[in-house]
């Protein structure tokens, strides 16, 4: 991107167009012709813009492939948010259940095909490393190890507390 682009008016106009809640590629449409979609974020990032809650828009406010600067482009509305906390609802932790899985390897690492669990047994580089084998289920695991691998954690206002480190 050379800097002949980002003239004083383009700049104002990347401003003011990222301070309504347009969206990167629709301002690099808007800009026209040789400003990217990329370029447009480096250049908010460079000039250490923000968007603020009152500059965010309603997506259903804009026609799905509305052009920029058409007619037909409605005026950005910001959204309406309710005042106080976030309200977070506590899930019941579900009961933990037996899994049972094969006590050992029984395919290695070289010799998995697809559809078989790579669900790993010992630390790779030492002897008796191999890998699980059974049938997938989801993802790349079999069904007993897809629910040790794939587990929702509960949100709490607890966890989400010390997650950001206040209890």
Request: aromatic residues 6%; contains cysteine; charged residues 25%.
């Amino acid at each position: 991107m050379t800097s002949d682009v980002w003239t004083p008016e383009n700049t104002q106009k990347l401003k003011t167009l990222w301070q309504e809640g347009r969206t990167a590629a629709w301002i690099a449409k808007a800009l026209g012709p040789g400003v990217s979609r990329c370029a447009v974020l480096s250049k908010v990032y460079r000039l250490g813009l923000a968007r603020g809650p009152e500059a965010r828009r309603d997506r259903a406010t804009a026609p799905r492939g509305a052009e920029p600067g058409g007619e037909d482009m409605p005026a950005a509305r910001p959204a309406t948010r309710s005042s106080g906390p976030p309200k977070i609802r506590a899930t019941p932790r579900p009961a933990t259940r037996v899994v049972v899985t094969p006590s050992e390897p029984t395919v290695s690492i070289l010799s998995v095909r697809r559809g078989q669990c790579r669900w790993p047994y010992g630390c790779s580089g030492e002897p008796g490393f191999g890998l699980c084998g059974r049938t997938v289920a989801r993802g790349a695991f079999c069904a007993a190890h897809a629910e040790v691998g794939y587990q929702k954690r509960a949100c709490t206002a607890e966890s989400l507390l010390r997650m950001v480190g206040g209890v």
